[in-house]
C-alpha cells in the first residue's frame, strides 16, 4: 500500500467517526432546539387564550370546557387537548371518549411559567404533550393592588394539555440534518482533498528520493535530489545527496567495471553453483561460442571434455573453496584444446552465503610454445655443456699427464724457473679440471626428480664425510638443530649442503670457522639455513652471487662461482626460494625454502 | 376541500337574478296567481331554491321574500311552495296547498294538509349508499332529536332490515348531549347525525368530528357542506333536488290529486370527504383521490 492510500486510510476514519458524531449531535441540539421553541410557543399560546378566556376553571364542566379546547387546539395545531383537574383526571378532551381518564404521569422538561413537555412516540407520528397549569384568576382592584402584600401564589386548578404533532418538526429536523450532512460532506471533501494535495506535497521529496535511489541502484553514482526545505525531509535529502556522493566516490560504476570485465584479455565466465554458464565477458564469448552458439546455459564440463577436467576443476574449487592456476584443456569446439589457466572462486553475498561461481581462464598456449622451445633449448644447451665439459676432462688430464712427466723427467735440467712455469702450468690445468667439472656437475642437475622421503639429517652426516678433510683442514666446527624428514631428491639435497657448508668453511678470516644448519617450518614447506662466522659479503654485490661464475673472491680462494648458481637452480626446481642475510665482518646466513607440495617447476 | 361535483352557478346565477328582478317588481301574470313561491329569505340557498323550482315548474311564480316584509298572499292561490321553516310557519289563505321544503327542523301542526318535502335522504337509497362506501357497515348509530325524526327513523330501520343492517337510534334533546351520547356508544359502525338545526353547532361538529378521528368511527354528517367542516361523507338531497321535487307536488296539487304528507327528493348526492377519511384512517371504501362521488 502506497503512503499516500496509508494516509488516506489513517485520515478517514476518524472522520468519519467525527462527521457520524457531528451529525448526530448537531440533529439532537436541533430536534431539542425545535421540539422546546415549539413546546414554548404552544404553551405560551395556551397561557395567552387562558388569560382571555371566562371559563370558570373552579368548577369546570365538561360542556363549557370542550368549546375553549377545540379552538385552543385549532388555533395551536393541536391533534387534542384537554384539561385535568388537580386530581389528573380528565375533565374535558377534545376526544370526548377520553374524558374521565388520567392525566399522562410525565417526566417532562421544563419550561418558563411552569408549563413542561414530554415526547409521545418516535419518529414523524410522534407527539409533544404540552402541559400548561391553569392557576386561579385573582381579580383585585387598584386600592386591593396598593395594599397587597407578598401572599401565597394562586392556587393550582389543574392541567391545559396539548398534543402537538412533530411532523413538521421532523420535516424541519430533516430538512436541518440533510443541509448539515451536505455541509459537512462538502467540508470533510475539502479536507480529504486538501489532505491530498499536503501529501502531494509531502511525499514528492520522497518521490524524488526514490527515484534518485533507483538511478543509483541502475549504476549512476553520484544522483542527487533537490533540498527544498530545512525540516527532516530536507535533512533526508541533504544525507542522501552526500551519501549520494561518498558513493559516487568510492565504488566504480556498473558500467565501469562491466566495461573492464569485457575489456580483460581473459576468460571470464560466471556460473551457478552447479556450473551452468550464466555469464562470459567479451573474450570467453569469443573463446567459447566458435559456432555462434551462446556460452550461457551450457555446462562448463562441455568446454572441458577431457578426462575428469571440467568436473575436475570444480571438484577442487568445491574443496578447497578457491583454485588458483589449475591447468586444464578447454576445447570449445572442434579441433585440438586449448592449454589454459583456470582460476575460480565462489561468489558471496553480504551473509557470506555462495550465490554462483566466478572463473578466470587464461589461455597459455603461447605460454606453453614458449615453454616448450625453451625447454628444448635448455636440453640442447645443457647436452652441450656436459659433452663440452665431459670431452675437455679428457684433454686436461693428458696435459696434466705430460706436464707430470715433464716435471719428473726434467726437473733438474729446467732449472728453478722452468719449475716455477711448470708449477703455474699445473695450477691452471688443476683450476681448469675444477671448472670444467663443477661445470659438469651443474650440467648433471636435471630437473626429473626423484622424489623420496629424504631424512635431511642423514643427508647432512653423508656431506660432511664427503668433505671431512677440507672441514678438518680449515679446523671447523659444524653444529646443526633439528632437521627434518621431508619429501625431494636426495641428491638436490646433499648437492645443497655441500656447496653451502663447503662455502662457509672454505670463506673466513683464518679463524677456526663456525658452522651450524638449521631448519624450520616456513610458509608451506621448510626454510633451511646454513650459517658461518666468516668475514660476510657486502648485500651490494647480493645480485651477482647467484649468477653463474659469480665469484666475489680472489684467485686466493678456490671455487669458480657455479656453487650457488647451482643452489639456486635446483630450490627453483622445487618451486622455492634462496636467499642471504649478511654484512661485512658479521658472518652469513644463506636461507633456501623447499615446499611441501613441490614439483619440478 | 370535499371530493365532490361542483356545479357551475355562475351563468346560472345571473339569468335567475334577472328573473327574478322582473318576478319581484312586476306584476304576475293573471295565470299564475294560483301558485306563488314564499321564501324565508330572499337571498342565498332559499333563493337558489326558488330559481330551480321555477325551472322545474317550467314557468314563474310569483315569490315572496318574508325578510323583505310579510307578505300579502292572493285569496285566488292555490297552491304555494314555502322554502324554510320561517315560511312553512305563514299563515297561507285556506284551501291553498302548502308544498314545504328546505324546512328540517320544521313539524307542521296537527291536521294540517301540507306536504313537507323531506330534507332526510331516502332511507333505502341512504343505507345503500353508505354501505357502499363502508362495506363493513352493520349498526348504524343514528343521532335525532323530536318526533319529525321518528316516523323517518322506523322507514329507515325497515329499509336496514332490507339490507341487513341495524339502525340505533340516538334521541337528543341539546348539542350538550352529544359528548355522553357518544361515550354511551356501543356496538356502532358509525354513526349519522340526521339534518337538525338544534343539534347542530360548531362545538357539536368538532365534538362528532374528533371523536370520530380518535376512534376510527365513520361520522355521516346532514349535508355536504357539514361533511367538509369534518365528517366522512354525507348523503344528503341538494336544494335542486328539493326544488325540483316541490315544483313536481305543486303540479299535482294543482291538477288536484292528493299528496302524501311527506315526500322525498328522488335522488341524493354522496358526498365524500377523502382528506378527513385518510388522514383519521377511516374504514371506508374511498374512491381514488382524483375523482369525486356524488
Not at chain 1, 467525527?18 to 405560551?44: C, M
Request: charge should be neutral.
Amino acid at each position: 500500500m502506497k503512503l499516500r492510500a496509508k494516509f488516506l486510510a489513517f485520515l478517514l476514519p476518524p472522520l468519519l467517526l467525527s462527521g457520524l458524531a457531528i451529525h448526530y449531535f448537531t440533529g439532537r441540539a436541533v430536534s431539542d432546539t425545535l421540539q422546546e421553541e415549539a413546546a414554548a410557543a404552544a404553551a405560551a399560546g395556551a397561557a395567552r387564550l387562558l388569560g382571555s378566556s371566562t371559563l370558570d376553571f373552579t368548577a369546570p364542566r365538561e360542556q363549557d370546557l370542550l368549546p375553549f379546547l377545540y379552538d385552543l387546539s385549532g388555533g395551536l395545531k393541536a391533534s387534542y387537548a384537554y384539561f385535568a383537574g388537580n386530581d389528573g383526571r380528565i375533565v374535558a378532551h377534545t376526544d370526548v371518549g377520553r374524558r374521565g381518564g388520567s392525566l399522562t404521569a410525565q417526566a417532562g422538561r421544563a419550561l418558563p411559567g411552569g408549563a413542561s413537555y414530554a415526547l409521545l412516540g418516535d419518529g414523524p407520528h410522534a407527539l409533544m404533550e404540552v402541559l400548561v397549569p391553569v392557576t386561579e384568576l385573582r381579580v383585585h382592584s387598584p386600592e386591593e393592588l396598593a395594599l397587597l402584600g407578598a401572599g401565597a401564589p394562586p392556587g393550582r386548578l389543574g392541567t391545559l394539555a396539548l398534543g402537538l404533532p412533530l411532523d413538521a418538526a421532523y420535516i424541519t429536523e430533516r430538512g436541518i440534518a440533510r443541509k448539515n450532512a451536505a455541509i459537512l460532506a462538502g467540508v470533510f471533501l475539502a479536507i480529504v482533498l486538501m489532505s491530498f494535495a499536503l501529501a502531494t506535497l509531502v511525499l514528492r521529496p520522497v518521490r524524488q528520493l526514490a527515484l534518485a535511489t533507483e538511478r543509483i541502484r541502475r549504476g549512476d553514482y553520484g544522483a542527487e535530489i533537490p533540498v527544498t526545505s530545512g525540516d527532516e525531509l530536507g535533512e533526508l535529502a541533504r544525507s542522501f545527496n552526500t551519501m549520494s556522493r561518498t558513493l559516487s566516490g568510492t565504488i566504480v560504476s556498473k558500467n565501469y567495471l562491466d566495461a573492464i570485465v569485457d575489456n580483460m584479455l581473459d576468460m571470464l565466465v560466471v556460473t551457478d553453483l552447479d556450473g551452468v554458464i550464466r555469464k562470459t565477458n567479451r573474450a570467453a564469448r569469443a573463446a567459447l561460442t566458435p559456432a555462434g552458439l551462446p556460452a550461457e546455459g551450457r555446462h562448463v564440463s562441455a568446454l572441458f571434455p577431457g578426462e575428469g577436467s571440467g568436473g575436475r576443476w570444480l571438484d577442487l574449487l568445491r574443496d578447497h573453496g578457491e583454485l588458483r592456476d589449475h591447468e586444464d584443456v578447454l576445447r570449445a569446439g572442434p579441433g585440438p584444446g586449448v592449454p589454459v589457466l583456470v582460476s575460480a572462486s565462489f561468489i558471496l553475498d553480504n551473509e557470506g552465503a555462495k550465490g554462483g561461481i566466478v572463473a578466470v581462464i587464461r589461455d597459455i598456449a603461447l605460454r606453453k610454445k614458449y615453454e616448450a622451445e625453451m625447454s628444448r633449448s635448455n636440453e640442447d644447451l645443457q647436452r652441450f655443456a656436459f659433452v663440452a665439459s665431459h670431452d675437455l676432462q679428457e684433454p686436461l688430464r693428458t696435459i696434466s699427464s705430460y706436464i707430470q712427466l715433464l716435471e719428473n723427467k726434467y726437473r733438474a735440467t729446467l732449472g728453478p724457473d722452468a719449475e716455477r712455469h711448470v708449477d703455474f702450468i699445473t695450477g691452471a690445468v688443476q683450476r681448469m679440471r675444477t671448472l670444467v667439472r663443477d661445470l659438469l656437475e651443474y650440467s648433471k642437475i636435471n630437473p626429473a626428480l626423484r622424489l623420496e622421503d629424504v631424512d635431511t639429517d642423514e643427508a647432512l652426516d653423508y656431506v660432511l664425510a664427503v668433505l671431512q678433510d677440507a672441514v678438518a683442514a680449515a679446523g671447523a666446527v659444524v653444529e646443526r638443530g633439528d632437521l627434518p624428514v621431508l619429501r625431494a631428491d636426495r641428491s638436490h639435497i646433499e648437492r645443497l649442503f655441500q656447496n653451502l657448508v663447503l662455502n662457509a668453511v672454505k670463506f673466513n678470516d683464518g679463524g677456526a670457522p663456525r658452522v651450524r644448519v638449521d631448519a624450520r617450518p616456513g610458509k608451506g614447506g621448510w626454510v633451511f639455513s646454513v650459517s658461518d662466522n666468516g668475514p660476510g659479503i657486502d648485500p651490494a654485490h647480493g645480485a651477482r652471487l647467484f649468477k653463474l661464475f659469480g665469484r666475489l673472491h680472489g684467485k686466493g680462494v678456490p671455487g669458480a662461482g657455479i656453487g650457488l648458481a647451482s643452489c639456486k637452480r635446483i630450490v627453483e626446481y622445487y618451486g622455492g626460494e634462496i636467499w642471504f642475510e649478511s654484512g661485512p665482518g658479521k658472518g652469513s646466513t644463506f636461507f633456501f625454502s623447499i615446499p611441501s607440495s613441490q614439483q619440478a617447476a | 376541500m370535499p371530493e365532490s361535483t361542483t356545479k357551475s352557478r355562475v351563468s346560472r346565477h345571473a339569468a335567475a337574478a334577472a328573473l327574478l328582478a322582473a318576478l319581484l317588481c312586476a306584476p304576475a301574470p293573471a295565470g299564475a296567481q294560483d301558485a306563488a313561491a314564499v321564501l324565508a329569505k330572499g337571498s342565498g340557498l332559499y333563493f337558489e331554491a326558488s330559481l330551480a323550482f321555477q325551472r322545474a315548474l317550467g314557468r314563474p311564480v310569483q315569490v315572496y321574500d318574508l325578510a323583505a316584509g310579510a307578505p300579502s298572499l292572493p285569496r285566488s292561490l292555490k297552491a304555494a311552495a314555502a322554502f324554510g321553516s320561517k315560511a312553512a310557519a305563514l299563515k297561507y289563505p285556506a284551501g291553498a296547498k302548502l308544498i314545504i321544503l328546505l324546512a328540517p327542523g320544521y313539524t307542521p301542526p296537527a291536521g294540517s294538509r301540507a306536504t313537507v318535502v323531506s330534507a332526510f335522504p331516502e332511507p333505502a337509497q341512504a343505507l345503500a349508499a353508505y354501505k357502499s362506501l363502508q362495506p363493513g357497515l352493520a349498526r348504524l348509530a343514528v343521532f335525532y332529536r323530536g318526533a319529525p325524526a321518528t316516523a323517518y327513523l322506523a322507514e329507515l330501520a325497515r329499509a336496514a332490515a332490507r339490507l341487513g343492517l341495524e339502525i340505533i337510534p340516538v334521541p337528543l334533546d341539546t348539542p350538550e348531549n352529544f359528548p355522553d351520547a357518544l361515550r354511551a356508544l356501543a356496538g356502532a359502525d358509525a354513526y349519522w347525525l340526521l339534518p337538525e338545526p338544534a343539534l347542530i353547532n360548531k362545538t357539536s361538529l368538532k365534538v362528532l368530528s374528533e371523536f370520530s378521528c380518535a376512534h376510527k368511527l365513520p361520522f355521516y354528517a346532514p349535508s355536504a357542506g357539514l361533511t367538509e367542516l369534518g365528517a366522512a361523507a354525507s348523503f344528503a338531497p341538494g336544494a335542486d333536488e328539493a326544488a325540483a321535487a316541490a315544483a313536481d307536488a305543486l303540479t299535482r296539487a294543482l291538477a288536484g290529486e292528493a299528496l302524501p304528507a311527506t315526500l322525498y327528493a328522488p335522488r341524493s348526492a354522496l358526498t365524500v370527504n377523502g382528506d378527513f377519511s385518510r388522514r383519521c384512517g377511516l374504514p371506508l371504501k374511498l374512491p381514488a383521490p382524483a375523482g369525486g362521488a356524488r
